[in-house]
């Protein structure tokens, strides 16, 4: 198997559009468990039943659904993949340590100022979930997604007050994590403020 890596990092860090790149570059899957639940749902597999009453429900995917969804895809990838916004906890990071070796933790470091602005730029697809940027990464064509065509919006929680609140919370939730793949000597701390290719460039010359 290819590489095996985990990215790290607040909401609007750029892991997302790295990990389109390692996609395109070096043929890793990108996984995110968004991504995972939705085609589970959508091919009506065992797991993804049980996750569809959760969801339904309103109710949040309980882990041990997500990590079987986890195990069951990774079984499939024979390229290598790329951890994109999984795992987020600690118990999380344990049970993936329990069926497959993670090479690299890649953990995209901005400040929260720089988030800020970022973040309330973002415009979403809101068919194929790709995310675009006013300043860094504009659509070919005003408001619309260049993969699909659709017409982009903008988030409501993407406002410098909802921004800061989720900042927050993150960076309390993750510390623990960053520290338990620091342990393992896998951590890899990566400058996110620097351009796509500067960022790419690192991660690259990192694996
Ligand atoms: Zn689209």
Do not use: W
Request: glycine fraction near 10%.
């Amino acid at each position: 198997m290819g590489f095996r890596v985990v990215l790290l990092g607040p909401p609007g860090c750029g892991k997302g559009t790295q990990a389109e790149k390692l996609n395109d570059d070096l043929g890793l899957i990108r996984l995110s468990t968004g991504d995972m639940l939705r085609e589970a749902v959508r091919n009506g597999t065992e797991l993804g039943k049980m996750a569809k009453t959760y969801m339904d429900s309103g109710g949040l995917v309980p882990d041990d659904v997500v990590i079987g969804l986890m195990k069951e895809k990774i079984s499939t990838i024979k390229e290598g993949f790329v951890l994109d916004g999984f795992p987020r906890t600690v118990q999380q990071a344990e049970a993936l340590d329990e069926f497959v070796d993670i090479q690299h933790v890649i953990n995209f470091e901005v400040s929260d100022d720089e988030l800020v602005k970022r973040l309330t730029s973002r415009r979403s697809c809101p068919d194929c979930n790709v995310v675009y940027h006013m300043i860094y990464k504009p659509p070919m064509k005003d408001g619309i997604c260049d993969k699909c065509g659709a017409t982009l919006y903008q988030r409501s929680d993407d406002t410098e007050e909802t921004v800061r609140a989720r900042l927050k919370v993150y960076r309390e939730n993750t510390f623990p994590l960053i520290e338990y793949y620091d342990k393992k000597g896998i951590l890899l701390n990566i400058d996110g403020e620097g351009s796509i290719m500067e960022i790419y460039d690192s991660i690259e010359e990192a694996l």
